[in-house]
């Protein structure tokens, strides 16, 4: 039987196999329902085709992806939509008109039908994510020398459940979606292994140097499990959480821009890493030339740490960090000195990361290594606590210590945190979660935190009160639903033909 991840994205006639059976079944079918009528509204015929692509909260392993480290995330039942229709290919003019069901919020884009187009960066619009997928889609075709004939105008209407700037994938969602309702219009598909590849190719287009697990665990999730997933080549395993707990999600109402501020924050963790581990591959022995030129990720140099940390009758890459890399910021001199060449020279191949060296002032590259290490070795301690035969009291106390663990290594090692998100961790703990930590890029965005289950209705009440009610002028229509809810592993991409 083949492996979840070796078939195609599924195509359903009925929204039962996503959304069950029960009230969330209701909601998505007037959520569908509704979204046919707006799509006639905007364009004047129905779609041909819905594809789905849901949001997902990172449990553990945070900013280790694009070092090439496992994580272990989890879908979540919010999600984006794409309505398509796909033109006749004898018209003339050739549009690509993207919609939003919130089209108070994001206004119509169009954009030529051209697969080639560039996506302009320092104009940044909502549709560009959909262009991602468009352009990430017809490269992928190319590749696999496979003719979907001349490109041809679309209709497309989306409506997205994820909330934006939370650091629960809602950007992924949307270029999954996009890609696989561009797959259905023309009438083809793949194995979900090769569109994860395909669609964090995709999203790099706007600009984010990503790792991949957001759009892997949004194509390739099974409900009921976490994944953790694996990189080079990308794989997943199921990993069963067990039943005494629950993941609340809850939103700091402090927007996380990845995109926008990649140059400042994202992709400047990326830059650090880089330049952290070419360091250690020269201090560990590599020659200059070959450590520029090889060594991408942390993850290239870590068979170099470890035998350090052998030698020192360890196996903690951490060893190695803490003896060749200083706790003080390096400038960009400091770096240059041990590589022998510029910064722009080495990273000139990388347009993103030439924008970093342009904002920069200094680089922090022994707190970044010791998180990266040390959030990946987190990972395996998590998926390997939940399969142990601890009782489920302790195994919940474990999960929940490696949660503030990641916390502290993301807050302090990495910098990715924020005064709001701070105060909600503390908040969470406070008010009874095992373990609280930031989930996603940070810089706003959401908390994840384990509670008990028996005490989650107590535990959201408690939240509301203490975090949210005075912050209520922050939330859409003071619905709270959207930014503070639990949460059970959520099904992946989906197709729906009518």
Not at 150 to 168: E, K, M, W
Not at 267 to 290: H, P, S, T
Request: proline residues 5%; contains cysteine; hydrophobic residues 40%.
């Amino acid at each position: 039987m083949a492996r979840h991840e070796d078939l195609p994205i599924p195509i359903h006639s009925t929204l039962e196999p996503v959304y069950g059976t029960g009230p969330q079944f209701e909601a998505a079918r007037k959520r569908f329902d509704h979204l046919k009528s707006r799509f006639i509204q905007f364009f004047g015929l129905p779609p041909d085709f819905y594809a789905r692509s849901p949001g997902r909260v990172n449990l553990i392993g945070e900013h280790i992806d694009y070092e090439g480290y496992s994580v272990l995330p989890m879908a979540i039942g919010q999600d984006t939509i794409i309505a398509i229709r796909k033109h006749d290919a004898t018209e003339l003019e050739k549009l690509i008109r993207i919609a939003n069901v919130n089209d108070t919020k994001y206004s119509m884009c169009t954009y030529p039908a051209d697969p080639n187009q560039d996506i302009d960066l320092k104009n940044h619009r909502w549709g560009h994510y959909f262009i991602c997928g468009y352009k990430g889609f017809y490269e992928f075709a190319k590749l696999k020398g496979l003719d979907v004939g001349a490109p041809v105008g679309l209709d497309v209407i989306v409506d997205g459940t994820v909330p934006t700037g939370s650091g629960l994938s809602s950007s992924s969602a949307l270029v999954c979606s996009t890609t696989i309702a561009i797959m259905a219009a023309l009438d083809v598909n793949f194995p979900k292994r090769e569109i994860a590849q395909l669609t964090c190719e995709c999203e790099r287009h706007i600009g984010t140097q990503s790792g991949g697990m957001d759009q892997a665990i949004s194509i390739m999730a099974k409900p009921g499990f976490a994944e953790l997933i694996d990189f080079n080549p990308i794989r997943k395993t199921d990993v069963q959480l067990p039943a005494g707990g629950s993941f609340v999600i809850a939103h700091s109402l402090a927007e996380s821009q990845k995109a926008v501020t990649a140059a400042t924050n994202y992709n400047y963790r990326v830059v650090e890493c880089r330049l952290a581990a070419i360091v250690l591959g020269i201090k560990l022995g590599m020659q200059r030339q070959e450590a520029i030129s090889k060594v991408k990720t942390l993850s290239h140099v870590e068979g170099l740490c470890a035998s350090f940390a052998a030698s020192r009758g360890s196996t903690d890459p951490v060893l190695a960090v803490k003896e060749f890399l200083k706790e003080e910021p390096y400038l960009a001199e400091d770096i240059e000195k041990i590589t022998g060449e510029s910064l722009t020279s080495m990273l000139a191949n990388s347009p993103t990361s030439l924008d970093v060296l342009k904002a920069a002032k200094h680089y922090k590259l022994s707190q970044r290594a010791s998180h990266v290490y040390s959030e990946a070795k987190r990972v395996h301690t998590f998926k390997d606590t939940v399969s142990s035969n601890l009782s489920e009291e302790d195994i919940l106390k474990k999960l929940g210590d490696l949660m503030n663990e990641s916390h502290y290594s993301c807050s302090v090692l990495y910098d990715c945190s924020c005064p709001e998100l701070e105060e909600l961790v503390k908040t969470c703990r406070e008010k009874g979660a095992l373990g609280a930590r930031l989930t996603g890029a940070g810089w706003g965005g959401c908390v994840v935190a384990l509670v008990k289950e028996s005490i989650v209705p107590l535990f959201i009440a408690d939240l509301e009160e203490k975090y949210y009610k005075a912050r209520m002028n922050l939330i859409e229509k003071n619905d709270i639903g959207p930014y503070l809810f639990s949460t059970k592993p959520s099904s992946g991409a989906a197709i729906f033909k009518f």
